[in-house]
């Protein structure tokens, strides 16, 4: 099982950026995608960002995110970040890094993934 560390939470105002970072232990290994979700208070968890281990240019984002969020990875340093720019009061969220082996893949959603971090809160406020 891999382990997975977020940082980077935070409160900010509308319009503000903020980075999340995923460190990941040992190793990536066989993943076949890292990611991001987030969960609202009283809302269901949701996909947020998406990014291949096996092809680091392939990417998904919700439509709710894309053009402002950016996911990347580094595979020295054994990250995963989530550069989170124009950020509007309904990205408030509990953000989770979670890692997928493939074994159990169902398509691109939360049951999908076998690993998952603790969790980073962010808070933006208008």
Same mark, same amino acid.
């Given at each position: 099982? #891999?382990?997975?560390? *977020?940082? &980077?939470?935070?409160?900010? @105002?509308?319009?503000?950026? #903020?980075?999340? +970072?995923? !460190?990941?232990?040992?190793? /990536? &290994?066989? %993943?076949?995608?890292?990611?991001? /979700?987030?969960?609202?208070?009283? @809302?269901?968890? *949701?996909?947020?960002?998406?990014?291949? +281990?096996?092809?680091?240019? #392939?990417?998904?984002?919700?439509?709710?995110? !894309?053009?402002? /969020? %950016?996911?990347?990875?580094?595979? $020295?340093? !054994? %990250?995963? $970040? #989530? @550069?989170?720019?124009?950020?509007?009061?309904?990205?408030?969220?509990?953000?989770?890094?979670?890692?997928?082996?493939?074994?159990?893949?169902?398509?691109?959603?939360?049951?999908? /993934?076998?690993?998952?971090? @603790? &969790? %980073?809160?962010?808070?933006?406020?208008?």
């Amino acid at each position: 099982r #891999l382990q997975l560390v *977020e940082s &980077g939470g935070g409160s900010v @105002q509308a319009g503000g950026s #903020l980075r999340l +970072s995923c !460190k990941v232990s040992p190793e /990536f &290994g066989f %993943t076949k995608y890292t990611g991001w /979700f987030r969960r609202a208070p009283g @809302q269901e968890r *949701e996909m947020v960002a998406l990014i291949s +281990s096996r092809d680091l240019s #392939l990417k998904h984002y919700s439509d709710a995110v !894309k053009g402002r /969020f %950016t996911i990347s990875q580094d595979n $020295d340093l !054994k %990250t995963v $970040d #989530l @550069q989170m720019e124009n950020l509007e009061p309904e990205d408030t969220a509990m953000y989770y890094c979670a890692a997928a082996s493939g074994r159990g893949w169902v398509g691109i959603r939360a049951e999908s /993934f076998d690993d998952w971090g @603790q &969790g %980073t809160q962010v808070t933006v406020s208008s």
